[in-house]
């Protein structure tokens, strides 16, 4: 199967690359889709060495020489970075154009509703209305919130190299539970979700576990031996960060709306509850662990021993 996937070169699209390759039914002819400026570096010549066709392609490009790109390709998966979501709806009129048969946007995040709760949510729900508007055949694949930014750090320092840097914060009372999921599955996942015609025109959402915060602290200091101060942030306290963030926001470009985001999503994973296989299922998602049961994401428990093994690695610095 002939996909191409633009954001190859990112956390989400290493992934998801990874995982089309490691598949065998089907197996996957791999197109990425790498703008101008980033197609000698070194990601870029990674991906060759893997076998992966490397091809340029800008956003900003008429969208026929867009659709030139795409002609033959069978599915198309995007995961641009939260900055530049809008800019796949020229993406998708080429995918239209060349009959593309799946176009995957941007979503591999949390489950939340569609509008009001999360900005780049939104800006998501605006990409899919438009790929509707289209009539641009499409799954949505959502993954939970990410291992590998989940854990606190331990007071010795011992994982500080594989944690988000800054104080561990606990969001509202800490009991709300929320999907989980290792990076290095997302694309196992991606893989058999593009390949089957139940999810076609579907809300897809793939998760390899489910934990309260304090469950997640609990796990980390029974399995290192080591007491973590718990620092809990009200959802009072969450909201009035929301608002200030809001009102000091000024686009996708600006770092307060990744503040404001990040705000957001605790709103919703810690506070709201949103993130749940329950409300994945109310809000219209097949699930992905009913659809392949033979397929199994690495556990929770599993990770934190890596990461405590010295196994784990930082997504961000
Ligand atoms: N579930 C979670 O916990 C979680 C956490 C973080 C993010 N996410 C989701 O994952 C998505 C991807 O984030 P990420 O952190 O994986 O991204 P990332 O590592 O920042 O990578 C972004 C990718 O987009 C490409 N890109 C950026 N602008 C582009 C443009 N104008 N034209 C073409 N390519 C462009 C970059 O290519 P270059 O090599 O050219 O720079 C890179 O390959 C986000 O939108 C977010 O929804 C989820």
């Known amino acids: 199967m002939k996909v191409a996937i633009l954001g190859a070169t990112g956390k989400t699209g290493s992934s998801v690359v990874s995982g089309l390759l490691e598949s065998t039914e089907p197996l996957y002819e791999i197109t990425a889709l790498i703008r101008p400026s980033s197609l000698e570096k070194a990601p870029a010549q990674e991906l060759r060495q893997k076998g992966v066709n490397v091809v340029a392609a800008d956003l900003s490009w008429p969208e026929d020489r867009l659709t030139e790109v795409l002609r033959g390709i069978e599915v198309v998966i995007s995961t641009i970075d939260a900055a530049n979501l809008l800019s796949q709806i020229p993406l ?14 941007c979503s591999f995040a949390t489950v939340a509703p569609p509008k009001g709760v999360i900005i780049l949510r939104d800006l998501k729900e605006d990409v899919l209305n438009h790929i509707k508007k289209i009539y641009l055949p499409y799954t949505v694949i959502d993954v939970g919130w990410w291992y590998q930014i989940t854990l606190p750090r331990l007071p010795s320092g011992r994982i500080d190299y594989a944690v988000n840097p800054g104080e561990p914060e606990i969001t509202g009372d800490g009991n709300t539970p929320s999907a989980l999921t290792d990076i290095e599955d997302i694309g196992r996942y991606t893989a058999r979700i593009i390949a089957d015609p139940r999810t076609l025109n579907r809300m897809v959402f793939a998760h390899s576990a489910l934990y309260t915060q304090n469950q997640v602290y609990d796990l980390i200091e029974k399995l290192s031996g080591e007491k973590i101060a718990r620092k809990y942030v009200s959802s009072e306290d969450i909201q009035a960060l929301i608002a200030k963030a809001e009102a000091e926001q000024d686009g996708p470009q600006s770092p307060n709306f990744y503040k404001l985001a990040s705000y957001q999503y605790r709103n919703s994973w810690g506070i709201r ?37 010295g196994k784990g690695y930082a997504v961000y610095r």
């Open 273 to 309: 509850g949103d993130n749940t296989p329950e409300h994945a299922q109310y809000l219209g998602y097949l699930n992905a662990n009913e659809l392949f049961p033979d397929m199994k994401g690495k556990s929770f428990e599993a990770y934190c021993k890596d990461v405590l093994d």
């Open 92 to 105: 998708a009129n080429a995918s239209k154009a060349a009959g593309v048969g799946r176009f995957a946007p």
